[in-house]
């Protein structure tokens, strides 16, 4: 079970640095994933990272501006978020899948339908 956590409400412009971790896991060669969902909207990805090779992947409205990636003991994904906007207001998820899904798109494709989300982190911009 992925747990999200760094959520906060902050002014236009600022940042958050976001963290996803499940205890007693490391991801060595894995697709790792942030999804955000603002109400009344589909959840969507957001970025994802090859965690073997720390290859990443951004949707166009974050590219840019947010930033994926792990630590060294592959056990924590991150999502370092700047120049935030009050669009991206929402709650943010992680989610772990296959490699391929990194490289092929189906972590932005096929996982937003996925059932085994975790808590989720809320994100307010304003």
């Known amino acids: 079970q992925l747990v999200e956590s760094g959520g906060d409400s902050v002014q236009a412009g600022g940042f958050l640095k976001l963290s996803c971790s499940a205890s007693?896991?490391?991801?060595?060669?894995?697709?790792l994933a942030w999804f955000r969902q603002a109400p009344g909207q589909e959840r969507e990805g957001v970025a994802a990272?090859?965690?073997?090779?720390?290859?990443?992947f951004y949707s166009e409205s974050v590219k840019g501006r947010f930033t994926i990636s792990t630590d060294s003991a592959k056990s924590t994904v991150f999502l370092q978020m700047n120049s935030l906007k009050p669009e991206d207001t929402a709650k943010y998820y992680c989610?772990?899948?296959?490699?391929?899904?990194?490289?092929?798109?189906?972590?932005?494709?096929?996982?937003?339908?996925?059932?085994?989300w975790g808590q989720g982190t809320q994100v307010t911009v304003s």
């Open positions: 989610a772990s899948g296959e490699v391929d899904d990194c490289f092929l798109g189906s972590w932005s494709t096929a996982w937003p339908k996925r059932d085994d």
């Open positions: 007693d896991t490391t991801y060595s060669s894995y697709c």
């Open positions: 990272i090859w965690t073997g090779g720390n290859s990443t």
